[in-house]
């Protein structure tokens, strides 16, 4: 069973599109990318395919975006202190390590989407997976309104804190559906309907591969948000990720303002549908 929780849909005609927060964005294109085969991990290195520098991706939003982040921040930070939603409470802290991060990982959606996907990049299928307090999700639904968005989180506390968060915020293109990624990757409403799913401080990359990629339409993408130096992780997620029918399309280092420094945005394209047994059932993995 999955629990829903659907905004009914208000114009707001001040929003920014995703076009013109892109166009304000401070982002080189990419130098190199890969095409949708296998990555030669013998010549990775820690030079990365594309850079994505900012000094503030946060003031690229409009007001009234930036309105609705500062509410977010002061309901997760309020929320925080009977719920644990995050490590981090003061709220510089949460908009360096967690606004600015979740924002950053835009343009190398944009520019995997556009090279690779031949759609327009205003109005993406997004679904968040493991989505917590709505990191990066819920930043991305108010930083782009023309995407519709899915959270997912299983833990029911979690998903009370983010209707909530949507309901303040006035938000009008997210869903929260409260269920298992394994079990929502079997339901056919959800399987294979998303132009584009994000991960982000969830599990190791091989385990990602299999929560995610079931529910990415063929020729959508699979980001996850990962370190500094993924290599590693990535070469060892090579067979989940074939076996759910994508292929690593390039990494992407990405400016983080976090403690943390530099981050890593692993951009996988799907080639062909998953096979049907996957995702297996919780445990299985």
Same mark, same amino acid.
């Given at each position: 069973?999955?629990? $829903?929780?659907?905004?009914? =849909?208000? =114009?707001?005609?001040?929003?920014?599109?995703?076009?013109?927060?892109?166009?304000?964005?401070?982002?080189?294109?990419?130098?190199?990318?890969?095409?949708?085969?296998?990555?030669?991990?013998?010549? !990775?290195?820690? %030079?990365? %395919?594309?850079?994505?520098?900012?000094?503030?991706?946060? /003031?690229?939003?409009?007001?009234? @975006?930036?309105? *609705?982040?500062?509410?977010?921040?002061?309901? !997760?930070? @309020?929320?925080?202190?009977?719920?644990?939603?995050?490590?981090?409470?003061?709220?510089? &802290?949460?908009? *360096?390590?967690?606004?600015?991060?979740?924002?950053?990982?835009?343009?190398?959606?944009?520019?995997?989407?556009?090279?690779?996907?031949?759609?327009?990049?205003? =109005?993406?299928?997004?679904?968040?997976?493991?989505?917590?307090?709505?990191?990066?999700?819920?930043?991305?639904?108010?930083?782009?309104?023309?995407? &519709?968005?899915?959270?997912?989180?299983?833990?029911?506390?979690?998903?009370?804190?983010?209707?909530?968060?949507?309901? !303040?915020?006035?938000?009008?293109?997210? @869903?929260?559906?409260?269920?298992?990624?394994?079990?929502?990757?079997?339901?056919?409403?959800?399987? &294979?309907?998303?132009?584009?799913?994000?991960?982000?401080?969830?599990? /190791?990359?091989?385990?990602?591969? /299999?929560?995610?990629?079931? !529910?990415? $339409?063929?020729?959508?993408?699979?980001?996850?948000?990962?370190?500094?130096?993924?290599?590693? &992780?990535?070469?060892?997620?090579?067979?989940? %990720?074939?076996?759910?029918?994508?292929?690593?399309? *390039?990494?992407?280092?990405? /400016?983080?303002?976090?403690?943390?420094?530099?981050? %890593?945005?692993?951009?996988?394209?799907? =080639?062909?549908?998953?096979?049907?047994?996957?995702?297996?059932?919780?445990?299985?993995?």
């Amino acid at each position: 069973m999955f629990y $829903r929780c659907k905004i009914l =849909n208000v =114009n707001f005609p001040s929003s920014m599109s995703v076009g013109t927060f892109v166009k304000h964005l401070p982002f080189s294109k990419p130098k190199t990318s890969f095409p949708p085969q296998r990555l030669n991990f013998k010549s !990775l290195t820690t %030079t990365t %395919t594309c850079v994505t520098r900012s000094s503030s991706y946060f /003031e690229t939003l409009n007001s009234r @975006q930036k309105d *609705q982040i500062h509410l977010y921040v002061d309901a !997760l930070l @309020q929320w925080n202190q009977k719920m644990n939603l995050t490590a981090v409470n003061e709220v510089n &802290e949460v908009m *360096q390590r967690h606004i600015e991060d979740s924002l950053a990982i835009i343009p190398p959606i944009q520019n995997s989407y556009i090279s690779s996907c031949n759609n327009s990049f205003d =109005n993406l299928r997004i679904v968040d997976v493991g989505s917590g307090a709505g990191l990066p999700g819920l930043v991305l639904a108010v930083a782009c309104p023309g995407w &519709e968005v899915t959270l997912v989180e299983s833990m029911n506390k979690r998903c009370l804190f983010l209707e909530h968060a949507v309901s !303040l915020i006035g938000l009008s293109n997210v @869903q929260v559906v409260r269920e298992r990624a394994e079990k929502l990757g079997q339901d056919s409403n959800f399987r &294979e309907r998303f132009d584009v799913a994000v991960a982000r401080a969830v599990a /190791e990359m091989k385990v990602l591969a /299999e929560y995610c990629l079931p !529910l990415v $339409r063929v020729g959508g993408l699979f980001v996850a948000a990962k370190g500094h130096n993924p290599q590693d &992780e990535v070469k060892s997620a090579e067979r989940a %990720t074939n076996l759910m029918g994508a292929s690593v399309l *390039q990494l992407c280092s990405v /400016e983080s303002h976090s403690p943390h420094g530099q981050r %890593t945005a692993i951009i996988c394209l799907k =080639n062909r549908p998953t096979p049907r047994k996957y995702p297996r059932d919780p445990g299985l993995f």
